[in-house]
């Protein structure tokens, strides 16, 4: 089995910093694209930010120059820090990962359990 297991949301100011956190664990032969994705009150998921195996990036239009995505190979860990956040950052922040298991080789798509981040004064 799999898991990703994110941290690191909560309340924030306007203006303010958060860095979220996933760690995947398990059966993994290896990861390919990470990924954040998040969803508003009454709004579709979205693409936040997303990260190769090899460190490209890219980002909503949205977000950039205010979040930052990275990676940790070695423990399996992405990142993402969030600088100048806004209100309208406000929502559920869900990780995702393509993974490639050793019992099977195959690739599949995960998802973590996501985390509230909450921008507010």
């Known amino acids: 089995q799999v898991q990703l297991v994110e941290s690191g949301g909560g309340l924030v100011q306007p203006g303010g910093s958060l860095r979220l956190s996933c760690a995947a664990s398990?059966?993994?032969?290896?990861?390919?694209?990470m990924g954040w994705y998040r969803q508003a009150p009454g709004k579709q998921r979205e693409l936040v930010a997303a990260?190769?195996?090899?460190?490209?990036?890219n980002y909503a239009d949205s977000v950039k120059g205010r979040f930052t995505i990275s990676r940790d190979n070695a423990k399996n860990t992405v990142y993402l820090q969030m600088n100048s956040l806004k209100p309208e950052d406000t929502a559920v922040y869900y990780c995702?990962?393509?993974?490639?298991?050793?019992?099977?080789?195959?690739?599949?798509?995960?998802w973590g359990q996501g985390t509230q981040v909450t921008v507010s004064s």
């Open positions: 398990g059966s993994i032969f290896s990861i390919n694209a």
């Open positions: 990260i190769t195996s090899g460190g490209s990036t």
């Open positions: 995702n990962a393509l993974i490639w298991r050793l019992a099977t080789m195959s690739e599949y798509d995960y």
